[in-house]
């Protein structure tokens, strides 16, 4: 028999032996990360990433505290609705300053708690500053907070793991002048792992951990200042 045919039988026997090491890695790598214990280092955590992974958000706050921050996005229902909604002459702060260029699925959305205002900030696709939108308290209290479950889009590295290690989200509703418009909070920071963190399953998923820590809080820091959400 020509050996050569041996070869890819040798590729993809690696290949599956690679796999199964690499899972059995992973699922150690989650068994000894203790997520209350983790949740004890908000503070240090929250602190750490707005120093480097998100200095761009301190920027872009100019000065004012951050409470709490945490990933964003906009349904396409919502774009469709602000857009015909500016279309048809409607003025308002809170719609107009969305801008038809945020329907892009890889501009990246955050939600930032200062003190009782919430902002919406999104990206354009070099992550500069594109939308900076200021929900003050008394749009807040007007508002509605929903549950909505696993995110189905976007859930790159999360997407093959059990629904238990899933980010999830939120909706919140804000009533602008008798039109509701909805925006989804999510319950970490989106993670985005480099080659060498997904062939580090312990680094991976501690940084998963730190991202899920600071994004989970902003809803309970939220629901704490807000009775109504």
């Not at 690499?22 to 908000?42: T, V, W």
């Not at 989200?169 to 008798?178: K, P, Q, R, S, Y």
């Not at 940084?207 to 009775?227: F, P």
Request: hydrophobic share 40%; net charge neutral.
């Amino acid at each position: 028999m020509n050996p050569l045919f041996f070869i890819p039988v040798i590729v993809i026997g690696v290949g599956v032996a690679f796999m199964i090491y690499m899972n059995k890695k992973h699922q150690s790598a989650k068994e000894e990360i203790d997520i209350d214990q983790e949740r004890l280092k908000y503070e240090r955590y929250k602190s750490e990433l707005l120093e480097h992974d998100f200095s761009k958000i301190v920027r872009w706050l100019k000065g004012k505290p951050v409470d709490a921050f945490t990933s964003a996005s906009v349904s396409q229902s919502t774009l469709d609705k602000v857009v015909n909604l500016i279309g048809d002459g409607f003025e308002d702060l809170a719609l107009s300053a969305f801008k038809v260029k945020v329907t892009r699925v890889d501009a990246d959305c955050f939600w930032v708690l200062s003190g009782t205002d919430l902002h919406f900030l999104s990206t354009d696709t070099d992550g500069k500053l594109e939308d900076h939108i200021i929900f003050d308290n008394f749009r807040l209290e007007e508002a509605s907070l929903h549950y909505k479950g696993i995110l189905k889009e976007g859930l790159g590295a999360y997407s093959k793991q059990a629904d238990k290690y899933l980010p999830k989200a939120h909706t919140i509703v804000f009533n602008i002048n008798g039109n509701q418009l909805p925006l989804e909070i999510h319950d970490r920071l989106k993670y985005i792992p480099s080659p060498t963190d997904l062939m580090d399953g312990n680094k991976s998923f501690f940084y998963k951990t730190k991202y899920q820590v600071v994004g989970e809080r902003l809803i309970e820091i939220l629901k704490s200042k807000y009775s109504n959400l």
